[in-house]
């Protein structure tokens, strides 16, 4: 299986979460929650959005992987990365072809475990 590579572009950089052990908005301080939106207000979205889909696509390679393999909710995470990746398209680039690539490992493996599935 293809696995997307998360290193695109080491100019972008990452989110910084450190500072904070919780995300939930309601769990953190005014000072925290205002550094997380300055952050994400300078990211770009595309890069952001294509993190996301990088956690769909570990996602549902944790479920495939599963012994035996959860199919109904790898099909769930891959369908919620179809939406996104095909959804989207170009406009997720320069993240793009490498997710539908990640996209297409995933369904592959997933027909491939659900054929083994039925023969049993």
């Known amino acids: 299986m293809t696995t997307p590579d998360r290193s695109l572009d080491p100019d ?3 989110m ?3 500072d904070s052990d919780d995300l939930d908005p309601s769990h953190m301080d005014a000072q925290a929650l205002e550094d997380l939106r300055s952050q994400l207000q300078e990211a770009n979205p595309a890069v952001v959005i294509a993190n996301h889909c990088y956690g769909l696509f570990e996602l549902a390679a944790v479920y495939l992987s599963s012994v035996p393999p959860k199919l109904d909710e790898a099909q769930l995470a891959i369908d919620a990365l179809a939406a996104v990746v095909d959804g989207l398209g170009e406009r997720l680039a ?8 990640g996209l297409a490992s995933l369904r592959l493996a997933f027909v491939q475990l659900h054929a083994a599935a039925k023969k049993q």
């Open 12 to 14: 972008l950089g990452e």
């Open 16 to 18: 910084d979460y450190s």
């Open 94 to 101: 320069p993240a793009h072809q490498e997710l539908s690539d």
